[in-house]
């Protein structure tokens, strides 16, 4: 819809399913979580800032005298390879944004590697050296499931012990005090493990949860924004400005439509403005029906403020009276409609009465010529009050539809020949056609849609048939457009005039002498029960036709 009552709406990104798992996440491809992300790059600087420590205590000058390097040309060069491993790693998550749990677990593996080098290189160093690895492997269980993050840390205190066993007398040489050093680092490196992972699962679920309370604040935001923007109420948000920020449909059409630019209610709306100002300034609310727009139905506006005593952000709410009157109208023919059939009820006996009598006097033998006509028209308006007194109870009384499937083709020759016999119909008065190369399926009532029928075919006989000429009328099967099942009465008669065809589906409406103007009035009321449309159709040439279209069956795909 063009101009205002787009104004401004946003729409939130369809929902996104929140991992149920947390290992889920990190066993994928790319770790690419916000909290993933920065653990990775942590680490990755991390070890950047590790590499250059191995490489400052490789390369410091010899007259320090600390630390002492038992082999100088492995730390030198293990120091090398691993500050090129650490600017490679880095540059490579800079550009990619993305690094597999594949290859975070070669990370480590080398660092781990890296480090056990380093200290059988520069034994003086092997507590900080040691140290640094544990933040390593705390970062790898914060990225990885626990069973990778354990085996990262076994690992670990294997090469940090096998140093201490298998050291070589020429590089290092062992006493107790490395035994029981490497033993405490092989202990903290599981409980840190063990720990960081049991944090970053709760880090993770933590996020998980308020991603998708996130979700479901935007779900809710877009499920209130589409329930206002649908209300027949019309609501707008006006700040103290007096200027426009949100508006339903409802509301901008009640406001004649105005184009999206014009946001200052009093321009607007002036009324709307007046009466605004009025209840702020005085606390008074003018209730009397207002337009505001030509051409546009009449209107109360209620205020309502957005926080108490807060004048800044005024919600309006405007009640369309034409509403408000078609529900009061409603109400008042649903009672009407029941008073009607009680009344009906009650006729019914008295009723009985007069015709049984008159059919009484018709059997007299001292009745004259004249009484005898005059007893006929008493019992002629004895049957069409009769008639209208059963068309009342039988819309009051309307039962729920029970839909079957049913081959229109067949049901329809079935009626006819049924109908042909109740009503002693011969020839080509009243036939079935239908050309159809399949079979035509409909959901109906069986029993509404004889009563639909018969009303229609009894209309067609009646008065679809031209002077001196018998009826001719035709009951046609087919498929309509993407395969709908249609239902025509086709007559050959002199048709309806347009003024009439506007209003033959009203209740009471009629132009016979003896018609109660209740036959088609029914006949739709029981289509619509039934999901099916009855419409009045001009036959080209001269004659009418009345078209029901009705519900195909439901279509049931096969499965793969």
């Not at 034994?123 to 050296?129: E, H, K, Q, S, T």
């Not at 007096?242 to 209610?265: C, F, K, T, V, Y």
């Amino acid at each position: 819809m063009a101009g205002m009552a787009h104004v401004p709406i946003h729409w939130p990104e369809p929902c996104r399913r929140v991992p149920e798992t947390v290992s889920s996440r990190v066993m994928s491809d790319s770790p690419n979580s916000t909290t993933t992300r920065h653990e990775l790059l942590f680490l990755n600087y991390f070890r950047l800032a590790q590499a250059l420590v191995y490489v400052g205590l490789a390369f410091t000058p010899a007259g320090i005298g600390w630390p002492h390097l038992d082999n100088i040309g492995l730390a030198r060069i293990v120091a090398a390879l691993y500050l090129l491993f650490a600017i490679l790693v880095v540059t490579i998550t800079h550009l990619s944004r993305t690094l597999g749990w594949l290859a975070i677990l070669g990370t480590l593996f080398i660092d781990i590697v890296a480090a056990v080098l380093a200290i059988t290189a520069m034994n003086d160093a092997r507590i900080g050296i040691a140290m640094m690895l544990a933040v390593n492997l705390a970062a790898g269980a914060l990225l990885l499931p626990l069973r990778l993050a354990l085996f990262l840390a076994a690992l670990a205190t294997l090469g940090v012990l096998g140093r201490t066993l298998l050291g070589l007398p020429h590089l290092v040489v062992a006493d107790d005090r490395d035994f029981l050093e490497s033993g405490l680092f092989g202990m903290a490196y599981f409980a840190i493990v063990v720990l960081c992972n049991v944090l970053g699962r709760q880090l993770r679920a933590s996020e998980a949860l308020a991603e998708q309370r996130s979700i479901d604040l935007v779900n809710l935001s877009q499920v209130n924004e589409l329930i206002i923007r649908r209300m027949k109420t019309g609501v707008m948000l006006v700040d103290d400005a007096n200027r426009i920020h949100q508006i339903n449909e409802s509301a901008w059409m009640l406001l004649g439509n105005p184009s999206s630019d014009q946001r200052d209610l009093g321009r607007v709306a002036p009324e709307l403005s007046r009466r605004l100002y009025h209840w702020i300034t005085s606390g008074k609310l003018d209730e009397t029906a207002t337009q505001l727009a030509d051409g546009m139905p009449e209107v109360v506006p209620r205020f309502s403020r957005l926080a108490p005593n807060d004048d800044s952000l005024v919600l309006i709410f405007l009640d369309d009276t034409s509403l408000v009157s078609r529900r009061a109208e409603e109400l008042t023919l649903s009672s009407l409609g029941r008073l009607s059939a009680s009344i009906a009820h009650e006729i019914r006996n008295p009723l009985a009465a007069i015709r049984y009598s008159a059919q009484l006097l018709a059997e007299s033998n001292e009745m004259n010529p004249t009484d005898l006509r005059m007893v006929e028209i008493i019992n002629n308006h004895c049957s069409r009050l009769n008639e209208i007194i059963e068309n009342i109870l039988q819309l009051s009384r309307r039962e729920r539809s029970r839909p079957e499937t049913l081959n229109l083709g067949d049901w329809s020759h079935d009626f006819v020949e049924e109908y042909k016999q109740g009503n002693d119909l011969g020839g080509d008065s009243l036939r079935v056609i239908d050309n159809s190369a399949a079979p035509v399926a409909a959901v109906a009532d069986p029993q509404q849609l004889q009563q639909v029928l018969w009303n229609l075919v009894q209309n067609a006989l009646r008065y679809g048939r031209m002077p001196g000429e018998p009826a001719r009328v035709m009951v046609v099967i087919r498929h309509g457009e993407h395969g709908v099942p249609i239902l025509e009465v086709i007559d050959r008669g002199p048709g309806i005039a347009p003024k009439v065809a506007a209003q033959i589906f009203e209740p009471f409406y009629t132009t016979h002498e003896y018609g109660t103007g209740l036959g088609l009035y029914l006949a739709r009321q029981m289509a619509e029960a039934n999901q099916a449309a009855l419409e009045y159709v001009r036959v080209a040439g001269g004659g009418s036709c009345f078209r029901l279209v009705l519900t195909p069956p439901a279509r049931i795909e096969p499965t793969a």
